[in-house]
Each structure stands twice: as C-alpha cells, then as structure tokens.
C-alpha cells in the first residue's frame, strides 16, 4: 500500500484502464467478505459512481489537512490515508481510536504523580535516570512551551518523539525489572508502558 498512489484507483474506475480493470486472473476473493467477482461485475454500473467519489473524497481530503503544511506536498499513498483513518473518527462520527489509549495514559500518569506526591511511592535508581536522560535528551525546538496559532502541531510532534525516546533510552539501560516492571501497582513502570503504548 505504501507504493501505491491513491489517485491511482481512478486509472481503473471510468478512467484510461478501466477495460483492465477485470483483467484475469483475478486474485483471490477476501475471505469473510460477503459477494465474489461476478456479483461485482453484474453491480459494475451501481458501484463505480461511489468507487470514484470515495477515492476522489480522500485526495480532496489530504489536500486539504498537508497542502499548506507541505510544499510541494508529497504524493498520497494509499498506504497514507489507511493510517490517518486509524488515526481518526472521519465519517463515522465516533472518537479517535486512540482516544482511550490516551487517557488511560493520562490517567496513570496523574496517579503515579500523586503518589509520589504523598510520599507512597520513592523514585529508584531507573527513575533518577530518567531525570537525567530528559535534560540531555532535548528535541530542538524545546521551548517555548507553546507555539501559538497553527504551528502548535509541530511542537507537540517535537515532543512526542522526545518522549519516546527518552522512554525507550531507560528502558533499555534498565529493562523492564523492578520499578519498570509494568505491573499496575508500580507508579513509574506502568506509567513508563502505558505512555509508551500511546505514542
């Protein structure tokens, strides 16, 4: 899918190759996807009219969300648009689908922060590293802590890949043993995974 550009599609819906379109062999039909070729075939004039205006419908889309972050923007795989789908609620209406990832991240975070707050929980030899890695560590630009107007993405991005990357550095030095042990009632182990899982 990565080496397929999206407005390829349309080469073979209504366009120059769409005699080819059902040019044999054709492979295998999906299983556990309801219909087969012929039933294609026999509902060619019903489904080419969506076919195109789907395709259509995610280069307008793109064009739209990177045109002006990227110029001369890159060419649209399809590849491209499977991942921002996954990314995001689009048509259907409903939350990202990392949405919950995300919070139970948050949600751990928060937790561990408070017991260390109270005084239940006692940063170790791994935690204490990770101190140190994060000042070292810096994605240029760190600062300032916001960027105002539509360039904020690019700090959050920055950051993200900072974060994994401090992360992954302790992990590992220290692997996954004691206080990185991801087990729920270890504050910095669990926080450390479930943060990793969401980036």
């Known amino acids: 899918m990565d080496e397929v550009p999206l407005d390829r599609p349309l080469w073979w ?3 120059a190759r769409h005699q080819e379109l059902y040019t044999e062999p054709l492979p295998e039909w999906p299983t556990g996807v309801p219909g087969n070729w012929d039933r294609v075939q026999r509902r060619e004039a019903q489904l080419l009219e969506p076919a195109r205006w789907i395709a259509s419908w995610h280069l307008l889309q793109d064009k ?19 991942r921002a789908l996954a990314s995001g ?22 937790w561990a922060a408070s017991e260390l707050r109270a005084g239940l929980w006692t940063p170790g030899p791994a935690a204490r590293h990770a101190g ?5 560590l810096i ?3 760190d600062t300032p802590d916001e960027l105002a107007g539509e360039t904020a993405w690019i700090q959050r991005a920055v950051r993200l890949t900072h974060l994994k990357t401090v992360i992954d550095a302790v992990q590992a030095h220290h692997g996954q043993a004691g206080e990185l042990n ?18």
């Open 139 to 141: 994605a240029a630009p």
């Open 64 to 82: 739209k969300e990177n045109h002006e972050i990227l110029e001369p923007p890159p060419p649209l795989l399809l590849g491209d648009r499977c």
């Open 89 to 110: 609620p689009y048509r259907d209406g409903h939350r990202p689908r990392w949405a919950g990832t995300v919070e139970y991240a948050v949600n751990g975070l928060n």
């Open 13 to 15: 819906l209504g366009g």
């Open 132 to 136: 140190v890695l994060h000042p070292s």
């Open 182 to 199: 991801s087990h729920p009632r270890l504050p910095f182990g669990s926080a450390l995974t479930i943060t990793a899982v969401a980036l």
